[in-house]
């Protein structure tokens, strides 16, 4: 019968680990999880980072378990393990805050005249969403004075219709653009 795992040193409990013995990882995990949290703690300055990163240590302890060597105690191998844990988390922090700074310098680059374009487009999207939402006597009624250039009469002739409902359906339409758009109605016609 073998020894209980609290009567063990660390290589012995290395070496059950080593075979996947999940007994010996939970012992490890209770025995050292205090003291690597107070290591990264104190590193990082933060809580839940600090149990994120003893979560990771114990997380890749576990998944490389089968070619693991421990040449010191496990004392040694978390305190190297928190020090590579916090430099991956700061460096990855540095990184993503030079990216916030060059996206923040890009997004202030940007014009006056630029933005304004893209609000016209916007705009210009909006009302072709709203024309396409008249119905559909209505639209092509509309598409041919203001897009093709034709007159009243001309639309009547063309369709078929009476300048009377030519002048309705404008109506409709301009009544509901300027619904829609208000004032800005004159900028987009």
Not at 16 to 39: C, Q, S
Not at 64 to 91: C, G
Not at 120 to 147: D, G, R
Not at 179 to 186: E, R, T
Request: neutral net charge; aromatic residues 10%.
């Amino acid at each position: 019968m073998s020894a209980p795992l609290n009567a063990m040193n660390d290589f012995e409990l290395a070496a059950l680990l080593k075979i996947g013995d999940e007994r010996a990882f939970n012992f490890i995990y209770e025995r050292y999880w205090d003291r690597v949290y107070i290591i990264a703690r104190n590193r990082l300055g933060n809580k839940t980072e600090a149990e994120e990163v003893v979560q990771d240590i114990f997380c890749n302890l576990w998944r490389r378990r089968e070619t693991l060597t421990i040449t010191k105690a496990f004392d040694n191998y978390f305190a190297v393990a928190v020090k590579f844990e916090v430099i991956n988390r700061l460096a990855k922090h540095a990184r993503a805050t030079a990216y916030e700074r060059e996206l923040s310098a890009a997004i202030s680059e940007v014009d006056e005249t630029t933005l304004q374009q893209l609000d016209y487009n916007e705009l210009q999207q909006q009302f072709q969403l709203t024309i396409s939402a008249l119905p559909e006597k209505c639209q092509i009624v509309f598409k041919l004075q203001h897009e093709q250039g034709f007159t009243q009469k001309q639309i009547a002739d063309e369709l078929k219709i009476s300048q009377k409902t030519v002048e309705a359906h404008l109506s409709k339409a301009r009544k509901t653009l300027k619904g829609a758009f208000g004032n800005l109605l004159g900028l987009l016609i």
